[in-house]
């Protein structure tokens, strides 16, 4: 099974809006509304951002949303700042066999 | 508050085994619906899953890995083991463990990771 497909890179200028997509297919992002947005700072462990699309763990700031449409999904982060900068992965359960599955990751970075 | 911590060989020469410690503490690896898997990132490249471990010792494989590795616990230490086989220097990477939410299908928490690299 392929990785989802990210755009490798993303940028925005402070106090803007980015929007970042995550492709999948029928068989994982489209079948199952368990896709989530982790966020990676260098040298550091990702963090959880978005689960089950559209929801915020306890302390993730209301600047990030999620949504899905068909296979692809989107994280959109808002009043861009500059602790935003970071890599983002999506992920998404893709099956009893193939489990989990990660997008190549999309470098942000804030102007 | 649930912490993980992976420990393990730095270097490890190619076709040679590495084992992987996870040690979970804040959480029983025995409570009904907790699950701990294993994710590794190569340098400069993306997130790869590749195993979880449930409570009840059901387990899940990367299916393009499958053939290499082994999860397993040992709930009496409260650690999750990651055995992978036959390494060759595109296995270097950071090796996490973090644990997966039952309710949210997401990992919620995450270890530090441990670099491994392979190179005679």
């Known amino acids: 099974q392929s990785a989802l497909t990210q755009p490798p890179s993303a940028s925005g200028s402070p106090g803007q809006s980015v929007t970042i997509s995550c492709t999948g297919t029928?068989?994982?992002?489209?079948?199952?509304?368990?896709v989530s947005w982790y966020q990676q700072h260098p040298g550091k462990a990702p963090k959880l951002m978005i689960y089950e699309v559209t929801k915020r763990p306890s302390g993730v700031p209301d600047r990030f949303s999620g949504s899905k449409s068909g296979n692809t999904a989107s994280l959109t982060v808002s009043g861009l700042q500059a602790e935003d900068e970071a890599d983002y992965y999506c992920?998404?359960?893709?099956?009893?066999?193939?489990?989990?599955?990660f997008g190549g990751g999309t470098k942000l970075t804030v102007l | 508050q649930i912490t993980l911590k992976e420990s393990g060989p730095t270097l490890v020469k190619p076709t040679q085994t590495v084992t992987l410690t996870c040690t979970v503490a804040?959480?029983?690896?025995?409570?009904?619906?907790?699950?701990v898997g294993w994710i590794r990132q190569p340098p400069g490249k993306a997130l790869e899953w590749l195993a979880l471990?449930?409570?009840?010792?059901?387990?899940r494989y990367s299916p393009s890995l499958k053939s290499r590795l082994a999860i397993t616990k040992d709930t009496s230490k409260n650690q999750v083991v990651l055995t992978m086989t036959n390494m060759d220097p595109v296995d270097t990477a950071t090796y996490y463990c973090?644990?997966?939410?039952?309710?949210?299908?997401?990992?919620?928490?995450w270890g530090q990771g441990t670099m491994v690299t392979v190179s005679s």
């Open positions: 804040g959480l029983s690896l025995s409570t009904n619906g907790v699950s």
């Open positions: 029928s068989s994982d992002v489209g079948a199952y509304n368990y």
């Open positions: 992920s998404s359960f893709a099956g009893s066999n193939n489990f989990e599955l």
């Open positions: 471990i449930y409570w009840d010792d059901d387990k």
């Open positions: 973090a644990h997966r939410h039952r309710a949210w299908d997401a990992f919620d928490i």
